[in-house]
C-alpha cells in the first residue's frame, strides 16, 4: 500500500507541476520538440516513477529556461505534459493488475496444491476456479479410458438435477469436441448460442454464459474445466487468463493426488503383506522367551528381548501405516453413524487405564453427560482419540497425569487431551503432523515411536471436517483440542 501511495503522489506531483509550468510561462519550442521531453518521461515512468517523476520535472525545466512568451504554445505543451502522466498512470495501474491477477492465482495454486486426496482435489479446483472468475457456478469433467465420455468429477453452484446427467458423449457435444481438441471457448448467450445442447434446461439452471477451457497435459487434453455466469458475456479477457492458468496447475494436481494414491495403495499393500509374518515372528519369540521350547541361558534371553522389542515396535509401526493409509484412502468407515464422543472417550480410557499405572501415570476422564450425539465414523474417532490418549500417556513421566476431557463449545463439540509430561520444543510444533517426525526431545530420551500417531489424528480430523489445535511447552506439558462441528464429526 505505501508503494502505491508513493506511485500516487508522484503522478499527482508531476502533474501539477507540468499544469502551473505550462500555464504560467509560454514555451517558443516548435510544437513537437515542446512535447518531446515530457514524453520521453513516460518510457522512463513505465520503468520507475522515480525516474520518471525525476525526468519530467527536468523537462519541464528545461522547457521553462527556453520560454519567451507566447501563450499561443502554453496549451499543447500543458495538454502533452498531462497526456504523459495519465498514460503512464494506465500503465502502472495495467502493472499492478497484472500483479495482483498473479498473486491471486498464486494463492490459489497453493490451496489446489495443498491437497494429495484423490477425492479432494477435483472440489479444491472447482472452488478455485469460480472464486478466480467470480462465477456463478463451475464444474470439471475428465476424459473417461475409452476416449469417448466424460465423467463428472466435481461441480460447485450447479442444481443436483442439473449435474445428475451421467457421462457426457462426446460425439454429441460440439462445445466439449471444440475444447477436447486443446481450444478454449465461450458461449456469450447460451439463450441464442447454437452450440448450447440443453439451453432450456440452461435457462431454468440461471446459466446465461459459459467460458470452457482445456485440462493439457503435455499434448493430451484430459477433461474440460467450465465456469457458468447468470449474466450473458460476462467473462473478460483477464478471466480467460486466469482459468487458463489454473488449469494448468489443476492439471498438476491431479497428477500429484493419482501418484500420492498410488504410494498409499502401494503402502498399504505392502504393510499388509508384512503383519502377519511379524505377528508369527512376535509369537515365537515370546514362546521362546517364555521358556516353552526349552531353558534360555542369559545371553540367550537378552538377544531374544532385544529382537521382541524391535519386533513389536515394527509391527506397531506397520499397523500405524495401515490405519494411515486407510485412513487416506478409504471413506470414513461407518459414515452417517450417529454416536456419542463421551462413550468413545470412555472406551479409549479404560483401555489405557493399565498401561498408564503400569507407568505410575494418572488417567482421567471428565466428559459433560449432555453432549449432543455427532454423526460420522465411532471406528475412526475411537482411534483418533486412542492415539491421543497413548501419546500422552506414553511421553508422561512417572508421578505425572493426563486428562481426557469432552465437552460442548460453542457450535461444536470439543474433544481435549492434556499432559503434565515432557512437552513439545517450540521448532517441532510446525512439523508435529509430518509423517515419521519424532521431536528432539522425544528421540533424546530414547522413548520409542513410530511418528505416525499425530498424523492418524490429522488425517482422520480432516476428513471429519474437525480442527485441531496443539498447544505446548517442553517441560511443562502439552494440550491437543479437537473441535467436532454439531451434527457430524
Same mark, same amino acid.
Request: charged share 25%; hydrophobic share 45%; proline share 5%.
Given at each position: 500500500?505505501?508503494?502505491?501511495?508513493?506511485?500516487?503522489? %508522484?503522478? $499527482?506531483?508531476?502533474?501539477?507541476?507540468?499544469?502551473?509550468?505550462?500555464?504560467?510561462?509560454?514555451?517558443?519550442?516548435?510544437?513537437?520538440?515542446?512535447?518531446?521531453?515530457?514524453?520521453?518521461?513516460?518510457? *522512463?515512468?513505465?520503468?520507475?516513477?522515480?525516474?520518471?517523476?525525476?525526468?519530467?520535472?527536468?523537462?519541464?525545466?528545461?522547457? $521553462?529556461?527556453?520560454?519567451?512568451?507566447?501563450?499561443?504554445?502554453? /496549451?499543447?505543451?500543458?495538454?502533452?505534459?498531462?497526456?504523459?502522466?495519465?498514460?503512464?498512470? !494506465?500503465?502502472?495501474?495495467?502493472?499492478?493488475?497484472?500483479?495482483?491477477?498473479?498473486?491471486?492465482?498464486?494463492?490459489?495454486?497453493?490451496?489446489?496444491?495443498?491437497? !494429495?486426496?484423490?477425492?479432494?482435489?477435483?472440489?479444491?479446483?472447482?472452488?478455485?476456479?469460480?472464486?478466480?472468475?467470480?462465477?456463478?457456478?463451475?464444474?470439471?469433467?475428465?476424459?473417461?479410458?475409452?476416449?469417448?465420455?466424460?465423467?463428472?468429477?466435481?461441480?460447485?453452484?450447479?442444481?443436483?438435477?442439473?449435474?445428475?446427467?451421467?457421462?457426457?458423449?462426446?460425439?454429441?457435444?460440439?462445445?466439449?469436441?471444440?475444447?477436447?481438441?486443446?481450444?478454449?471457448?465461450?458461449?456469450?448467450?447460451?439463450?441464442?448460442?447454437?452450440?448450447?445442447?440443453?439451453?432450456?434446461?440452461?435457462?431454468?439452471?440461471?446459466?446465461?454464459?459459459?467460458?470452457?477451457?482445456?485440462?493439457?497435459?503435455?499434448?493430451?487434453?484430459?477433461?474440460?474445466?467450465?465456469?457458468?455466469?447468470?449474466?450473458?458475456?460476462?467473462?473478460?479477457?483477464?478471466?480467460?487468463?486466469?482459468?487458463?492458468? !489454473?488449469?494448468?496447475?489443476?492439471?498438476?494436481?491431479?497428477?500429484?493426488?493419482?501418484?500420492? =494414491?498410488?504410494?498409499?495403495?502401494?503402502?498399504?499393500?505392502?504393510?499388509?503383506? /508384512? =503383519?502377519?509374518?511379524?505377528?508369527? $515372528?512376535? *509369537?515365537?519369540?515370546?514362546?521362546?522367551?517364555?521358556?516353552i521350547a526349552g531353558s534360555l541361558t542369559q545371553q540367550q534371553t537378552d538377544m531374544l528381548r532385544r529382537a521382541d522389542r524391535r519386533t513389536t515396535l515394527l509391527l506397531e509401526e506397520v499397523n500405524?501405516? %495401515?490405519?494411515?493409509?486407510?485412513?487416506?484412502?478409504?471413506?470414513?468407515?461407518?459414515?452417517?453413524?450417529?454416536?456419542?464422543?463421551?462413550?468413545?472417550?470412555?472406551?479409549?480410557?479404560?483401555l489405557m487405564k493399565p498401561k498408564a499405572e503400569a507407568g505410575g501415570v494418572a488417567l482421567g476422564v471428565e466428559c459433560a453427560a449432555d453432549l449432543p450425539p455427532l454423526v460420522g465414523s465411532p471406528?475412526?474417532?475411537?482411534?483418533?482419540?486412542?492415539?491421543?490418549?497413548?501419546?500422552?500417556?506414553?511421553?508422561?513421566?512417572?508421578?505425572?497425569?493426563?486428562?481426557?476431557?469432552?465437552? !460442548?463449545? @460453542?457450535?461444536?463439540? /470439543?474433544?481435549?487431551?492434556?499432559?503434565?509430561?515432557? @512437552? $513439545?520444543?517450540a521448532d517441532d510444533l510446525p512439523r508435529l503432523f509430518n509423517e515419521f517426525h519424532r521431536c528432539t526431545n522425544v528421540r533424546q530420551s530414547g522413548i520409542e515411536g513410530t511418528g505416525l500417531g499425530?498424523?492418524?489424528?490429522?488425517?482422520?480430523?480432516?476428513?471429519?471436517?474437525?480442527?485441531?489445535?496443539?498447544?505446548?511447552?517442553?517441560?511443562?506439558?502439552?494440550?491437543?483440542?479437537?473441535?467436532?462441528?454439531?451434527?457430524?464429526?
Amino acid at each position: 500500500m505505501s508503494e502505491q501511495r508513493t506511485e500516487r503522489w %508522484l503522478w $499527482i506531483g508531476g502533474t501539477a507541476a507540468a499544469w502551473a509550468a505550462t500555464t504560467a510561462l509560454t514555451p517558443t519550442l516548435p510544437y513537437v520538440t515542446a512535447v518531446y521531453c515530457p514524453l520521453v518521461a513516460l518510457g *522512463s515512468l513505465c520503468v520507475s516513477p522515480v525516474y520518471g517523476a525525476a525526468l519530467g520535472v527536468a523537462s519541464l525545466a528545461a522547457s $521553462i529556461a527556453l520560454t519567451r512568451g507566447d501563450p499561443a504554445h502554453a /496549451l499543447p505543451v500543458a495538454l502533452g505534459v498531462v497526456g504523459v502522466w495519465v498514460a503512464a498512470y !494506465l500503465a502502472a495501474r495495467r502493472r499492478r493488475d497484472e500483479q495482483e491477477d498473479f498473486e491471486r492465482i498464486l494463492s490459489l495454486v497453493r490451496h489446489i496444491s495443498s491437497r !494429495l486426496d484423490p477425492a479432494e482435489v477435483p472440489t479444491a479446483i472447482v472452488r478455485t476456479a469460480r472464486e478466480a472468475t467470480g462465477a456463478k457456478a463451475s464444474s470439471l469433467r475428465l476424459l473417461a479410458a475409452d476416449g469417448k465420455t466424460l465423467e463428472l468429477r466435481a461441480a460447485e453452484g450447479l442444481s443436483r438435477t442439473y449435474m445428475d446427467k451421467g457421462p457426457v458423449d462426446v460425439r454429441r457435444t460440439p462445445i466439449d469436441r471444440k475444447v477436447l481438441q486443446g481450444e478454449i471457448v465461450t458461449i456469450h448467450d447460451a439463450a441464442t448460442d447454437p452450440r448450447v445442447q440443453y439451453p432450456h434446461e440452461a435457462h431454468e439452471e440461471g446459466i446465461a454464459s459459459v467460458l470452457c477451457v482445456p485440462l493439457k497435459r503435455k499434448d493430451d487434453v484430459i477433461g474440460v474445466l467450465r465456469v457458468y455466469s447468470a449474466r450473458p458475456r460476462q467473462f473478460s479477457g483477464r478471466d480467460v487468463r486466469m482459468l487458463v492458468a !489454473l488449469s494448468d496447475h489443476a492439471v498438476i494436481a491431479l497428477r500429484q493426488a493419482e501418484l500420492h =494414491r498410488a504410494t498409499l495403495t502401494f503402502m498399504r499393500k505392502v504393510t499388509h503383506e /508384512l =503383519r502377519a509374518p511379524l505377528a508369527a $515372528i512376535g *509369537s515365537y519369540l515370546k514362546v521362546l522367551l517364555e521358556g516353552i521350547a526349552g531353558s534360555l541361558t542369559q545371553q540367550q534371553t537378552d538377544m531374544l528381548r532385544r529382537a521382541d522389542r524391535r519386533t513389536t515396535l515394527l509391527l506397531e509401526e506397520v499397523n500405524d501405516l %495401515l490405519s494411515l493409509s486407510r485412513a487416506r484412502l478409504d471413506k470414513p468407515s461407518e459414515a452417517n453413524v450417529e454416536f456419542r464422543l463421551p462413550a468413545v472417550v470412555d472406551g479409549v480410557v479404560s483401555l489405557m487405564k493399565p498401561k498408564a499405572e503400569a507407568g505410575g501415570v494418572a488417567l482421567g476422564v471428565e466428559c459433560a453427560a449432555d453432549l449432543p450425539p455427532l454423526v460420522g465414523s465411532p471406528e475412526d474417532i475411537e482411534e483418533l482419540v486412542s492415539n491421543l490418549v497413548s501419546n500422552a500417556v506414553k511421553y508422561t513421566p512417572s508421578g505425572g497425569s493426563v486428562m481426557a476431557s469432552a465437552k !460442548l463449545n @460453542g457450535q461444536g463439540v /470439543l474433544l481435549r487431551v492434556s499432559d503434565t509430561g515432557i @512437552g $513439545i520444543p517450540a521448532d517441532d510444533l510446525p512439523r508435529l503432523f509430518n509423517e515419521f517426525h519424532r521431536c528432539t526431545n522425544v528421540r533424546q530420551s530414547g522413548i520409542e515411536g513410530t511418528g505416525l500417531g499425530m498424523a492418524i489424528v490429522k488425517t482422520i480430523a480432516d476428513r471429519h471436517h474437525a480442527e485441531v489445535r496443539v498447544e505446548s511447552e517442553e517441560g511443562k506439558g502439552t494440550t491437543i483440542e479437537v473441535r467436532f462441528p454439531l451434527g457430524r464429526a
